[in-house]
């Protein structure tokens, strides 16, 4: 049990026992030691099993909406899963007093699809020390890089503490290179049109519509998704190229302004399709536009619940442009 | 320059048009390549619309509403101008060429505009050629999902 893994028990049990909160919401260990499972604790003998490293995948903010805002949640949170949290405050899914946040400056989240390509499926448990990672196999040990181990999300990562957490724990990180997320985004920009609407085909025709990005979002807890949605049907919902284009399109667009980028998503795609493109697109547009980041507080709303007449100058100049 | 007119689809506020003349051509006497769908304020399209016009072979959207201020909803274009313009800067970024998607703001004393601006667009789609790369929706006829 690492140290850090010790202080969250030990402050969940805190929380349990003094009866602060009804459920804690953290990971637990199961048997496939590259996939630690959200669990929710709500006594305290439970917390044996609970467990907290690099191999956590799940973005834990997505179960604040399927508990009634009355219940008291505490939760582990990292910086991503904090700025959900926020975000969802500010759409009222739960009420703040009700939360305990026991924030963990997060060091990225390793990508398990990358560790069994490097060393083969057998694997039999994970060791994580400092900057590298040591993974026992049946017939080997492997040492590897962390940084390249990292998910694609947590190498562009910009806030990895918490920001709002009413307990952290361990010490905070340095927080991360905004120019990386603009890069990528930028270098897709430059490509000619037809060679993003292939790049874009080329992501999306893997789909097969299996909606794991949306269960594995935070921010898409609409009771009914538009996609399930039957009279009137608005898409195609077979694996039909119209069908898989719209639904990532339309996805994404729903996320303006909501996402925070923690790439939950396609961290839960068995195709490993990549969609933090179309959702970073979205979110740098909203910070150019109306200099808006999501989740930095439980207050702010996004650009499109905020209009206002004074973009009555920006609505004309634009008009007349076009 | 092709042979086919472009296909447009034109979502048109009804408030938008303040002269009878100019809506009843626009109900009435539209050209054929033009697909009209009538909202009651632009605040009610949802990216989702046009999304489907040009999943559907739509060529060039044009969206028709009333200038800030004068909303018969009194916000439903800012909405609409904020979500639609960020729509169709998404669309550039997947291939669909932001100019093929246009917005006419309509005032008073626009008698007649909608009848140029339409004539314009067609001119611009022309130079821009049929749009292909989201088009992915067979036509009803040959057994697509109906709009």
């Known amino acids: 049990m690492t140290e850090l893994e010790t202080k969250i028990r030990a402050e969940a049990e805190r929380l349990l026992t003094e009866h602060v909160v009804d459920v804690v919401i953290a990971f637990r260990q199961e048997d496939a030691p590259l996939h630690p499972q959200p669990a929710f604790f709500t006594r305290a003998e439970e917390l044996e099993s609970l467990t907290y490293n690099g191999l956590c995948a799940n973005n834990l903010a997505n179960y604040l909406t399927r508990y009634p805002q009355e219940t008291r949640i505490g939760m582990v949170v990292r910086g991503c899963e904090n700025r959900s949290v926020n975000a969802l405050l500010v759409e009222k899914q739960h009420i703040r007093e009700n939360l305990v946040l026991l924030g963990i400056p997060c060091e990225g989240i390793l990508d398990w699809r990358r560790i069994v390509a490097l060393t083969g499926e057998n694997v039999l448990s994970v060791e994580e020390k400092d900057d590298s990672v040591i993974v026992h196999t049946h017939e080997n040990t492997f040492e590897l890089s962390r940084v390249e181990l990292l998910h694609p999300s947590c190498q562009r990562c910009l806030h990895p503490n918490p920001i709002s957490a009413d307990v952290l724990l361990g010490e905070p990180k340095p927080e991360g290179d905004p120019t990386l997320m603009r890069l990528r985004i930028e270098e897709l920009e430059k490509l000619t049109p037809t060679e993003r609407n292939a790049w874009f085909k080329h992501e999306a025709e893997r789909c097969i519509r299996c909606y794991a990005c949306r269960e594995a979002c935070p921010m898409c807890y609409c009771t009914e998704c538009f996609v399930d949605h039957t009279e009137p049907r608005w898409t195609e919902s077979g694996v039909t190229p119209a069908g898989m284009q719209a639904w990532h399109i339309i996805r994404a667009f729903h996320q303006t302004g909501r996402c925070t980028s923690c790439g939950a998503c396609e961290r839960a795609c068995p195709m490993d399709i990549q969609m933090t493109y179309l959702t970073d697109k979205l979110n740098l547009d909203m910070a150019d536009a109306y200099q808006f980041e999501v989740g930095m507080d439980a207050e702010t709303q996004p650009p499109f619940a905020t209009l206002t007449l004074d973009d009555k100058n920006r609505f004309i100049a634009q008009g007349k442009r076009s | ?147």
Not at chain 2, 52 to 74: R, T, W, Y
Request: proline share 5%; glycine share 8%; hydrophobic share 40%.
């Open chain 2, 1 to 147: 320059m092709s042979t086919t007119p472009m296909k447009i689809a034109l979502f048109q506020c009804r408030w938008c048009l303040y002269s009878p003349e100019d809506q009843a051509w626009v109900d009435n006497d539209l050209p054929e390549n033009i697909h009209l769908v009538k909202v009651p304020c632009t605040g009610r399209i949802d990216p989702l619309f046009i999304l489907n016009a040009v999943q559907g072979g739509a060529d060039g959207v044009m969206i028709s509403g009333c200038l800030p201020e004068k909303c018969h909803f009194k916000e439903g274009n800012l909405a609409a101008r904020r979500q639609l313009a960020e729509f169709s800067q998404f669309l550039d970024y997947i291939g669909y060429a932001q100019d093929r998607v246009r917005f006419v703001w309509l005032d008073l004393q626009d008698r007649g505009r909608i009848q140029r601006e339409l004539a314009a667009f067609e001119s611009a789609l022309e130079q821009l050629g049929p749009a292909q790369t989201l088009a992915t929706r067979a036509p009803a006829a040959t057994g697509g999902t109906h709009d």
